[in-house]
């Protein structure tokens, strides 16, 4: 299970280093994507091709849905961690995640999130939230 957040930052030449932690789980391949919140995603292997069928899943018919599966297979490449256990990012995926130098990599259960350290931090993914946030949330989810 992939959890916890971790500061670290990103290299001259775009490779930024996997915590041991949360690389464990990934191993040494993984999918990497554009995430929906401004972040760059790392699956494992497995939980990509669970990700991928619930996409195959989708209807083709529903506008939304195809832009949806567009968005994630279009942004979506294998990627490799090498043996010093970093990664490269892209430049254009750098520019995407507003990447500078700062990064916070979060486990997020079933995949890893790579953050733009000041886009974490004025996002809701890093505001100092409490259980009284989420009130109707769990009792939507029965959570």
Excluded: H
């Amino acid at each position: 299970m992939l959890l916890g957040s971790f500061q670290n930052s990103i290299d001259a030449k775009n490779r930024c280093i996997i915590p041991a932690k949360l690389r464990d789980e990934l191993g040494f391949k993984c999918v990497m994507s554009k995430g929906l919140d401004g972040c760059i995603i790392l699956y494992p292997l497995q939980t990509w091709e669970a990700q991928k069928k619930q996409l195959m899943e989708l209807p083709y018919s529903d506008e939304a849905a195809r832009k949806y599966r567009r968005f994630i297979v279009a942004n979506a490449m294998e990627a490799d961690i090498d043996k010093q256990g970093r990664i490269l990012i892209p430049q254009q995926w750098k520019e995407f995640a507003k990447i500078s130098k700062d990064l916070v990599t979060v486990g997020n259960l079933d995949y890893v999130e790579i953050w733009a350290q000041e886009v974490f931090d004025s996002s809701e993914a890093g505001a100092k939230l409490g259980p009284e946030d989420f009130k109707d949330f769990s009792k939507s989810y029965q959570i």
